[in-house]
């Protein structure tokens, strides 16, 4: 299972814009980029996903790097509820099962 | 919609018992996964079930089961509970190879 690498920690001021790393140099053609977050106390919840373009939707963008080896996940606008853990995972969608791989995530601290 | 419930929310245990955990999909969901998540650390997947199929299996021992029923509900269970199974127990549904929909999960103690 491919892995990736992301720092343990990122703090961000309120309506700041966050930019969260993510290493990933072993990648293969068919993973696919995904990121989960996971508030206090709850399950993750699905932030978004990309192949080789960048990819925007209600939550947050993704740039990925041309080579695939990186990619950045983007909060324009940070707030209190932003604060959680992100994880940065590869999913093989040429595999038979859709398993996540978790790492340890980055826990985003935001202030007011 | 509702979303992905789980039950009980939290069950204290003691060693060598076994447990059943129950899990409902996302109405229109036949994926149904299962995550172990130790405090501090990101979940770690165990079982995968679609159409009542396992698909796949992470990294634990035989003690953990699954299966999933016609409505596409799931149950985990464990037997011979050990203390090192003291752990939020995830499910998560998807339709199949779309992104997943997490339950809160159930927070069991083994002691």
């Known amino acids: 299972d491919a892995k990736t690498t992301q720092p343990n920690s990122m703090e961000s001021n309120e309506e700041e814009p966050v930019h969260l790393p993510c290493n990933h140099s072993?990648?293969?053609?068919?993973?696919?980029i995904h990121w989960y977050r996971q508030l206090p106390s709850q399950g993750p919840e699905y932030v978004i996903h990309?192949?080789?373009s960048n990819v925007n939707n209600r939550m947050a963008s993704l740039a990925i790097a041309e080579d695939r080896k990186s990619s950045t996940l983007i909060l324009h606008r940070a707030t209190l509820r932003d604060a959680a853990v992100y994880y940065c995972?590869?999913?093989?969608?040429?595999?038979?099962?859709?398993?996540?791989?978790f790492g340890t995530g980055t826990r985003l601290q935001v202030f007011p | 919609d509702a979303g992905v419930t789980q039950s009980p929310t939290h069950l204290i245990k003691t060693r060598g018992q076994h447990v059943t955990l129950r899990c409902s999909p996302i109405?229109?969901?036949?994926?149904v996964s299962w995550y172990q998540q130790v405090l501090g650390q990101g979940p770690q997947f165990i079982f995968q079930?679609?159409?009542?199929?396992?698909?796949g299996r992470g990294n634990f021992p035989d003690r953990f089961s699954a299966r999933q029923f016609p409505n596409y509900s799931s149950e985990l269970n464990v037997n011979a509970l050990l203390l090192g199974d003291s752990a939020l127990y995830l499910c998560?549904?998807?339709?199949?190879?779309?992104?997943?929909?997490f339950g809160p999960g159930t927070r069991l103690t083994v002691t």
């Open positions: 998560a549904s998807s339709r199949d190879r779309y992104e997943q929909y």
């Open positions: 072993t990648i293969s053609g068919t993973d696919y």
């Open positions: 990309g192949l080789t």
């Open positions: 995972i590869l999913r093989d969608e040429g595999g038979n099962t859709d398993k996540l791989i």
């Open positions: 109405s229109g969901h036949k994926s």
């Open positions: 079930y679609y159409e009542k199929e396992e698909r």
